[in-house]
């Protein structure tokens, strides 16, 4: 069975600075997908980020980007130049793909703060 | 509307009523999902349908039961809950179960088990 682990339960950060959330997998799988969600207060959860296993290339989108490490297991976010509406619960997420039936398995989630 | 769409949004629900749950997706996607999410605890799959076909009951009690009559809309009916039950029922969608495509979910319906 897939774990994921978000070792973060709080993180705060300045407007306009950068900070990153981890999170670790266990799989032994080896093609698969990972995905960071962002849950704002009170507000549906969106995507934020995804990473196909089998891309070397790290994802990016605009502000946000990861840190894949394959052999570690290991999905790090950052989010540079930090706002005010990235204040959320972030959610690591894991799909193993082929016969998953599309499951995600999630972490424990971080609770970031953006500060003025 | 767009994306997903759940009903109602806040319920509040004694341990012997009967009450459920709607979700409909205007995405045309394949795929639907429930989610339970608890305050500490990591969202946990409950029920995923492709093209209205259950593909795994997440060892969910009976007191919860899904029903998809069509790709666009899902149900979760609930009868005899307990207040352990209480949470945030999520309903997501995809294009399909390759989990190659991003989850879209819903806003959540928050339920109370009194």
């Known amino acids: 069975a897939q774990t994921v682990t978000q070792s973060q339960p709080e993180m705060s950060v300045q407007e306009a600075e950068t900070v990153t959330l981890s999170c670790t997998y266990d799989?032994?799988?080896?093609?698969?997908?990972l995905f960071w969600y962002k849950q704002p207060p009170s507000r549906q959860m969106i995507l934020v980020i995804r990473?196909?296993?089998?891309?070397?290339q790290n994802a990016t989108e605009n502000r946000f980007s990861v840190n894949f490490q394959k052999a570690a297991k290991s999905f790090s976010l950052k989010i540079s130049d930090s706002q005010l509406g990235d204040t959320a619960m972030y959610f690591c997420a894991f799909n193993a793909g082929g016969t998953s039936y599309g499951k995600l398995t999630f972490g424990q989630g971080t609770i970031l703060t953006v500060h003025p | 509307e767009t994306g997903v769409t759940q009903t109602p949004r806040h319920l509040v629900m004694g341990m012997t009523n009967k009450k459920s749950l709607k979700c409909e997706q205007h995405l045309g996607h394949n795929a639907m999902y429930w989610y339970k999410q608890s305050a500490k605890k990591p969202l946990e799959l409950m029920f995923v349908y492709s093209l209205e076909e259950r593909v795994e009951n997440n060892s969910v009690p009976s007191r919860f039961s899904p029903e998809c009559p069509n790709s666009s809309h899902l149900f979760l009916h609930l009868h005899t809950l307990q207040p352990e039950d209480s949470a945030l029922y999520l309903c997501?969608?995809?294009?399909?179960?390759?989990?190659?495509?991003?989850?879209?979910f819903g806003p959540g319906t928050r339920l109370t088990v009194t």
């Open positions: 997501a969608s995809s294009q399909d179960l390759t989990g190659a495509y991003e989850q879209y």
């Open positions: 990473q196909e296993a089998y891309k070397q």
């Open positions: 799989t032994s799988e080896n093609n698969y997908y």
